[in-house]
């Protein structure tokens, strides 16, 4: 079992930036075997992937983060990290970090069933 807490989520003017973490804790922890990645949802909105980071570093992101977002994680410290810049309105949503220690195909690390633990989220609010 994987506990995952976020932190980091707030209100910023459109073009402005946000920094999200995630630490991860759990019993026998193997955190540089985990799949990462970020989630978001907004309201009335399907859930859908921002950004992963596989075991052996490998990244992808959706086409909206790329150039503006970036993952990013320090096995030291057990945590992932969400850098977002040029925020826009339609940036806003609860943004969750999720986990598994199954290894996923490059192509299905941004879907959601692929990840076994979820965080409880952390919101993102960007005003129009």
């Known amino acids: 079992l994987v506990q995952l807490v976020e932190s980091g989520g707030g209100s910023v003017q459109s073009g402005g930036s946000l920094k999200l973490s995630c630490v991860a804790s759990?019993?026998?922890?193997?955190?540089?075997?985990?799949?990462l990645a970020w989630f978001r949802q907004a309201p009335g909105k399907e859930r859908e992937g921002v950004a992963a980071?596989?075991?052996?570093?490998?990244?992808s992101y959706m086409d909206f983060a790329k150039g503006r977002f970036t993952i990013s994680q320090d096995n030291d410290a057990n945590t992932l990290y969400l850098e977002m810049n040029s925020l826009k309105p339609e940036d806003t949503a609860m943004y969750y970090c999720?986990?598994?220690?199954?290894?996923?195909?490059?192509?299905?690390?941004?879907?959601?069933?692929?990840?076994?633990?979820w965080g409880q989220g952390t919101q993102v609010t960007v005003p129009s």
């Open positions: 980071i596989d075991s052996h570093g490998n990244i």
């Open positions: 759990g019993h026998r922890l193997q955190y540089s075997s985990l799949c």
């Open positions: 999720v986990a598994t220690n199954t290894t996923v195909p490059d192509v299905w690390l941004l879907l959601g069933h692929m990840y076994d633990w």
